[in-house]
């Protein structure tokens, strides 16, 4: 493929993660703070968002299956897990989480389960597009091309 | 034995079933009466035996009686209907009868012809002895017979004498066998005879009609009886003056004579007995036969309720001449019929509850909805928003031309306003949504009477006084919702400002008994607590409110008129905050204003008295405010004014006067001087500005306010925000300098000759490696800790220069560890922290310093996670998460210089 037709694929690729709501501003901010120093910084935690993500929704998975749910024990690990997406801007996992949140306070099994579903489902969702990203990224660097920068405010 | 139970049941079911209109014990006290009171059902007994009882219980004026049945068309119309009755079964005997005397003819004219044949047959003629014994000469048909006979032998013998040929014995036998026939044909004749003898006489038994008539009318009233006697009815006839005539089935202890020729009053007695001798004469005037159900209410009987039918009775000439009266006793129908009406009647109250139940639960949900929506909505724009006034704020303090800047200006007071307004539509929902929960705090009431002023006083542009006065009995510290309480206070002090131009504006404090309102709960506070009752009132001289405009001044978005609202500008909220903090502290406030002359606004609330030794760890905030110039003689103190002074650097932003002016009024206290020195000599840190951070959430004012020059003194000032700062950036004379423009900050923070020390306290993982790559990009590196423990840990081993510190964390969250912190601070012991279980070995290269740290909360923009439960714990300031690195680099910029 060619050079510029691949640095324009990933910008609409990004450009799309946006528009659906996968991904919020924060993102950016994460993209904004990669720079030479530190040139693999946002594959670096979104590869710790993931690993974290992972046993946290492992954890809530088996928390949710308990006779008697201890919600003391399921809120924590849906607010870290908020508070981390939140951080990489995954916005629709962030979302998510606020909605199983209330329903943890109301102690609410079936809504949990429901949301944990969701939880996943969008979590899945972003780690597939992220990583299709890193790909795309990967394939532009190994052409010798230069990541294109977002331009902020669209 | 089944059986027995049986009829045992059935009876019982039977007594039941025919519980008689009168009361059962009655009947007992008369005898004459006592088989009258009939209880044996009328099924299982002798219906003649019954109808000879009935006829006993008629009573009847019997003189009378048949005087009204001849005079009244109904009692003529009965005897002709009997009279006709008994006709008709008369005209049916007659028939009867005639149809078999046609019969018998016929059959006695088949016998005669058949005698005939045999004479003539046999041509015999015999010596016929007259020895029919029965046969009556009277009887014209047996003469007529004996006549035919007669004729008939004649002409026989005539022939048995013309021809004798035979032998005599054969003539014999044969007159024997004839005479045995005419023997057989005598007898049947005599039979015959007998009968119609005796339908003859039953012909004569019938002829009596009077008998038979009054047989019929013994069984019809037989009848009437039978049909009545159980029935719980009543029948009477009354005259014109409605005197009984007649009555039937009365109650039973009453006789005869005590009914017949009175009237219902003169028997009765109680409720009703009106209602129905009325009743009773207008159906008589009316002449028109009418039902009506009346309830009585007598000695005699009790409560009873009769169904009662009046018909007017005339007489063959169609006058009136009295009533007939019929009544039922109906008590049990009406009663159900009533227990029916009202069953229904509850029912439907209660659909109707219930659905307006429902009504309301919906509406509460949707309301509770909507004020969870315009809550999280507040906090979206909240953020955003913020980041806009920040970054305006940072943008004013560049190089701009005039226009530039007042553009500017007006941007960021816009955006101040409008997050004005959200903070207090966040208020407001929290105090609805019953979110908004109450700290119990020590503090001491005269320190934030004076705070108040004294940051009112800051910021006033206004030629006025501002005055507190507080009396002696009000006591040192209470305990009491501070924040809430400088909340209220500052509003109304702010909003006293707003509407006054020239006078004073003051606070007054004084204790009060229990007011009424509150007498009969306490607000939580139990008998044993000695609670106080501080009335506040906040005065001005201002343009005073219209009395028409104060019933809805503490309503929601209203202020006294449109017109006030554009001169004034404001988001109306703030008095309605005010007034839903003090009800949910269990106060009141309340309002007395007068046209060009002011207002006081008046709140009264209760408040825990502070015991000496009731050091828990929320003392911090109360002491936090100005411990640490905590003057024996400044805690009793009960007045201070603070004084417009003339030519402040706000009329006109000029050069710089002196140091002592860049104080906006001066302050006057007991010992004005101590207090005017602290700013001026800056030995120690200012008095109480560290309460401004947290009242206004930073120094946006002077930013306004000074940026067009920025003398070192000004600086200096505005980094009274940050005291525990002040000292150092201060003392060293070559930062102050090189703050001089506002171009260098950034630069100033990157290249910083000391690096700060900073402590980012966060459990979640992802967080700290985006914190740290923003940190690294501003040019800071920081230490880490996990949770509060470690946080407190590492504080006790270095002396930080900023916090920042995640809420929400496992082990020991952000706002405990900081009350913590705070608490080190005061006492300079971590005596609060091990007491709260934190494992903490003190050594003795432990950094003591009772400097105030800066600690930065991370929140997450939720409720439970507000703003002002930061502030109430003890923190300085807040960023909302997730960090962005505007918003870091904004917060470093506040705190780190």
Known sequence: MELVQMQKSLQDYTKSLFLEGVLDSQFLQLQQLQDESNPDFVSQVVTLFFQDSDRILNDLSLSLDQQVVDFKKVDPHVHQLKGSSSSIGAQRVKNACVVFRTFCEQQNVEGCHRCLQQVKQEYYLVKNRLETLFKLEQQIVASGGVIPAMELGF | MVCEMETDQTEEMDIEVLSSMWPEDVGGTQADNNQFNVEKPAGDSDT???????????????????????TTDQGSSQLTNLVKQWEYMQDHAVKLLREELKILTKQREEAEAKELKIIEEHNFETQEPENVPVLDDTSHLLRRF?????????????????????????????????????????????????????????MESHSAPVEELTQNLKRAEGFLHFILQNAPIVMGHQDKDLRYLFIYNKFPTLREQDILGKTDVEIFHGGGVKESEDFKREVLEKGKASKREITFETDLFGSKTFLIYVEPVYNKAREKIGINYMGMEVTDQVRKREKMAKLREDNAVRKAMESELNKTIHITEETMRAKQMLATMSHEIRSPLSGVVGMAEILSTTRLDKEQRQLLNVMISSGDLVLQLINDILDLSKVESGVMRLEATKFRPREVVKHVLQTAAASLKKDLTLEGNITDEVPIEVVG??????????????????????????????????????????????????????????????????????????????????????????????????????????????????????????????????????????????DMVDHHQAEPDDTTEGYFQFKPLLGTIY???????????????????????????????????????????????????????????????????????????????????????????????????????????????????INIMVAKSMMKQLGYTFDIANNGVEAITAIKDTSYDLVLMDVCMPVLDGLKATRLIRSYEESGNWDAAIEAGVDIKTSENDVHSTNRLPIIAMTANTLAESSEECYANGMDSFISKPVTLQKLKECLRQYLH
């Open chain 2, 146 to 202: 004996k006549h035919t006979k007669r004729d008939a032998l004649v002409g026989s013998k005539r022939v048995e004498i013309d021809e004798e040929f035979d032998t005599v014995a054969y003539w014999k036998q044969k007159a024997l066998s004839l005479e045995k026939m005419l023997e057989a044909s005598t007898e049947r004749e005599r039979r015959l005879i007998e009968k119609l003898n005796e339908s003859l006489k039953t």
């Open chain 2, 651 to 765: 009329s006109n932003g000029g050069p710089v006067i002196g140091n002592s002016n860049f104080l906006p009024h001066k302050v006057m206290l007991t010992s004005p001087l101590k207090i005017i020195n602290g700013f001026v000599a800056d030995t120690s840190n200012n008095t109480g500005q560290s309460e401004t951070a947290q009242v206004e959430n930073g120094c946006g004012y002077m930013d306004e306010t000074c940026s067009g020059q920025r003398p070192e003194s000004v600086n200096q000032y505005e980094n009274g925000t940050c005291p525990s700062k002040e000292t150092e950036s201060c003392s060293s004379s070559s930062q102050a300098s090189s703050e001089g423009g506002a171009l260098e900050m950034e630069s100033d923070l990157t290249v910083s000759s000391k690096q700060p020390k900073l402590l980012l306290v966060e459990d979640n993982k």
């Open chain 2, 481 to 622: 919702d501070v924040l809430r309480i400088r909340q209220i206070l500052t509003n109304l002090i702010s909003n006293a400002i707003k509407f006054t131009h020239e006078g004073k504006v003051g606070i007054k404090l004084k204790v009060i008994s229990q007011p009424s309102f509150a007498s009969e709960e306490q607000n939580g506070l139990t008998e044993t607590e000695t609670s106080v009752w501080i009335r506040c009132d906040v005065y001005d001289t201002g343009i005073g409110i219209p009395e028409n405009a104060l019933p809805c001044l503490f309503k929601k978005y209203m202020q006294a008129s449109a017109d006030h609202a554009r001169k004034y500008g404001g988001t109306g909220l703030g008095l309605a905050i005010c007034k839903q903090l003090v009800e949910l502290m269990g106060g009141q406030l309340t309002v007395t204003s007068q046209v060009n002359a002011g207002s006081t606004f008046t709140f009264i609330l209760p408040y825990k008295v502070a015991t000496s030794d009731d050091h828990s760890d929320d003392q911090d905030f109360s």
């Open chain 2, 48 to 70: 003649l035996k019954e109808v000879d009882i009935a006829e006993k219980r008629t009573m009847a004026d019997l003189k009378r009686l048949p005087e009204l049945m001849n």
